[in-house]
């Protein structure tokens, strides 16, 4: 079965950068999307971007673009996102969801989720 | 970008009866090419990841109970749970994939009354 197995929590301060991982199983990583949606308190689920697994092209809300990084590892069916230049406001459970093609934008499966704390 | 709204933000319903979601898109999801809407709703309970319920606006995903329907067009659907089951307790999502960036909706939370 389809499983997206995210990193822990992390705790970083303002001006900080984090990195999350999502490894996949269950399916060929090469042959489908991986995006990153986000949800802070209070607030609807946002998207971030996504990558093509298979040739690793990728794309970024207008939002994030400079400040956000997704990359894969192929070998190891894992994506990773990175998040620069963190602020308060970027607190967020942060999800890696699989598109349903390598280029698809709805999403099936979703990660367990990595909460990230900016805290000073 | 297009902008998604769902009514009501919070919702009761008594079990087994009837719940109704409705999401407003501030364009047409439908496409001309292929005549399909590029919407889905997702549910998601408290400490887990969403799950998708219903893609393209009215196809069910395997294993969804048959209580759980889509409907609507252009920019306006609904998400029907024909008789409310305790375990549908959750926030439902509606989002739309026809044009980047994805974008969904604020939620909206149900509860039994």
């Known amino acids: 079965q389809v499983q997206l197995v995210q990193s822990g929590a992390e705790v970083e301060r303002p001006g900080a950068s984090v990195k999350v991982s999502c490894k996949a199983s269950?399916?060929?990583?090469?042959?489908?999307?991986m995006h990153w949606v986000r949800q802070a308190p209070g607030q609807r689920l946002e998207w971030m971007g996504w990558?093509?697994?298979?040739?690793?092209?990728?794309e970024f809300s207008q939002k994030f673009q400079g400040r956000v990084t997704i990359t894969r590892d192929t070998s190891a069916s894992t994506a990773y996102m990175e998040l620069t230049s963190l602020r308060s406001e970027d607190t967020a459970i942060y999800y890696c969801?699989?598109?349903?093609?390598?280029?698809?934008?709805?999403?099936?499966?979703w990660g367990q989720g990595t909460l990230v704390t900016v805290s000073s | 970008d297009i902008v998604m709204t769902q009514s009501p933000d919070s919702l009761a319903v008594s079990l087994g009866e009837r719940a109704t979601i409705n999401c407003k898109s501030s364009?047409?999801?439908?496409?001309?090419?292929?005549?399909?809407?590029?919407l889905a709703w997702y549910q998601h309970k408290p400490g887990q990841p969403p799950k998708l319920l219903i893609s393209?606006?009215?196809t069910r995903e395997s294993g969804v109970p048959d209580r759980f329907s889509g409907s609507g067009s252009g920019a306006d659907f609904t998400l029907t749970i024909s008789s409310l089951q305790a375990e549908d307790v959750a926030v439902y999502h509606c989002?739309?994939?026809?044009?980047?960036?994805?974008?969904f909706g604020q939620g909206t939370r149900l509860e039994i009354k």
């Open positions: 990558i093509n697994a298979d040739n690793g092209r990728t």
């Open positions: 969801a699989r598109g349903t093609c390598r280029g698809c934008y709805l999403i099936d499966y």
């Open positions: 989002q739309q994939y026809y044009s980047r960036p994805i974008t």
């Open positions: 269950g399916y060929n990583f090469n042959d489908y999307a």
């Open positions: 393209w606006a009215s």
């Open positions: 364009q047409s999801l439908l496409s001309s090419a292929n005549n399909e809407n590029y």
